[in-house]
């Protein structure tokens, strides 16, 4: 009773954290943990303990699903230089620099502990990151390279680490070969998504409940990263996959889904990262109370491994800015500021702690697991420094170098987007048949309906129907529909309607389409088809 006591706290704790975040516009996973770290020194108070090996099964496939979700195949394929330079290139980079260090700093780690280590700390943890990014109007481009990065390099850190571990404990040593693992590893995990993806489209297609569907997304994360798991894939690659398929077949028709569907992985997504990153700031405290004293002589080499992880992204960042001329690509165009504002956002997070305590206590000649303690001081240590400061300051940094996109940039994606909508509608409203059996005064009703479609979408507030000048025409409107038979009104609405969703859902999946600006205007379209009358 005393765990699940912990764990309702926790939520609770991420509940108020949002608040107080909002207000101070600091990121709420941060204060959630220093918060969970700081109730752990109240004596008596409990600890919660979840096994290592669960931790990223449990965590991971939501998270990563509910990012994956903001994406789309383009951005990938537009962005895949960002991809294999920063969430494989970035981290094996990292991984070698560090595991150089701690060979050299850690008296009798060896070879495979050094890179087991450097795995360890190489992953930006991309939930702390778009947590933050959320928060302080980052431009679009670097939010995307972030997202692009995130999703992908907890698989990359994950095989050279289950590599170096088994390397370690058998007493073997770690060759080529790792590279041909990670991508039949790769390949599976993709056609594992895939499958899962089409699975999910064609059993929502089935399943008639709204409420049952929004279910069965939550059970496919879990679903697909187990399976890629068993397969000896990657179950990172099999999540981002099956999310990326499953919008990528999305349906004009499923308005309700959809506004289900968003605000259940809301609220998915706000209590994982909230109990997530409070599961951290509860295991500083427990390595701590573990390793006492002797925390002090691994200080050292922690401060150094801190310092080479920071200084390798902001290195590494600026020379792929530098190295990568071609016209169009993202990194190409990286300003002074933005390399800073990236290298800023290098920030570790549960992969890292997880990955440090699922180190084997034991090799398999019973000796214990090599500098084991002094990896998961410099672990924390790591995630500490990356996240804690950067977390915190990163509102400020932004105010300093003026690098806050405008929020015309924004705006004016969604009023394109609107306006390819509202053309697609009245296309439609032209082709239909059932136009010719309206009144003229019901038809000037609708056309004027959907000609004021563009400023719905756009408007500020957010709410279909509530644009400054029309709310009085609306209710005349509507008024009118209910007193000479609606239903044939609202069944041409709805087509006209449903060929504008069709519009945005093509659109967001061409290139130079912002998906999140696409699903910004989408759920638009989908809250005034909710809203009309039945």
Known sequence: MEQLALIVGLLFATVVAVGFGDRMRLPYPVLVLILSAALTFIPGFPDLQIAPELILPIFLPPLLFATAQKS???VFRIRWRTLLLMAIGLVVVTTAVTAGAGWLLIPGIGIPGAIALGAVVAPPDPVAVESVSARVRMPRRLTTILQSEGLFNDAAAIVIFQA??????????????????????AAIAVAVGMAMGWITVLASRLIQSTVARSAVTLVVPFAAYILAEELHASGVIAVVVTALEMKRHARAEDAAERLTGAAFWDVVELLATGLAFGLVGLAIKRVIDEEGSAIFAMLPAAVVICLLVIVVRVLWIWLVAGMIKKRGTELSRLSFKDVIVLSWCGMRGLATLALALAL???????AGFPARHEIIVIACAVLLATLVLPGLTLPWLMRVLKASEDPSVERDAARVLARRAQSAAQAALKNNPLIKELPPEKLKILRSRMTRLYAELTDNTGLPGTTAGGGKLDEAAAGELRARGRELVVAVQTIALDAA????????????????????????????????PE
């Open 72 to 74: 789309s195949w383009v």
């Open 164 to 185: 170096a571990t088994a390397a370690t404990v058998s007493g073997s040593g770690i060759g080529p070969e790792i590279a041909l693992s990670f991508i039949l590893g």
């Open 360 to 366: 084997p206590l034991t090799l398999d000649s019973g």
């Open 501 to 532: 969703r069709q519009e945005i859902i093509a659109a967001r999946n061409e290139p130079g389409t912002d998906p999140e600006a696409a699903d910004h205007v989408l759920q638009q379209l989908d809250l005034r088809t909710m809203i009309m």
